[in-house]
Nanobody, 126 residues
Framework: VQLQASGGGLVQTGNSLTLSCAASGGTFRRYVMGWFRQAPGKEREFVAAVAGNGVNKDSADSVKGRFTIVRDNSKNTVYLQMSSLKPEDTAIYYC????????????????????WGQGTLVTVSS
């Protein structure tokens, strides 16, 4: 499966932004989808993930209540809706996919994902 992330940009603290990740080349509903981010000088970290069924989800404590992951299986797209953005959210955001036969699986480890998008930069100014 190929992944194309988009939607990054420069925003001010407190504003909102929605990232999109379009998938092609696979049966989208069979893939667990995740978002990860990597800030300058830091390791890549988990942000949020959603199972193939679109119901089971998980997110990092640092973004709970502010970020929401949503998938639209009819459009082969997963979204990361980000609100109340903070300067510490500044990073390159990557979407990732992992094939799973069970539609209720959620994965939070980067090593569990086989496919990665190219990343989109989010910069939050103070």
């Amino acid at each position: 499966v190929q992944l194309q992330a988009s939607g990054g940009g420069l925003v001010q603290t407190g504003n909102s932004l929605t990232l999109s990740c379009a998938a092609s080349g696979g049966t989208f509903r069979r893939y667990v989808m995740g978002w990860f981010r990597q800030a300058p000088g830091k390791e890549r970290e988990f942000v949020a993930a959603v199972a193939g069924n679109g119901v089971n989800k998980d997110s990092a404590d640092s973004v709970k209540g502010r970020f929401t992951i949503v998938r639209d299986n009819s459009k082969n797209t997963v979204y990361l809706q980000m609100s109340s953005l903070k300067p510490e959210d500044t990073a390159i955001y990557y979407c990732a996919a992992s094939w799973r036969i069970h539609s209720n699986v959620v994965l939070t480890s980067a090593g569990s994902y086989s496919y990665w998008g190219q990343g989109t930069l989010v910069t939050v100014s103070s």
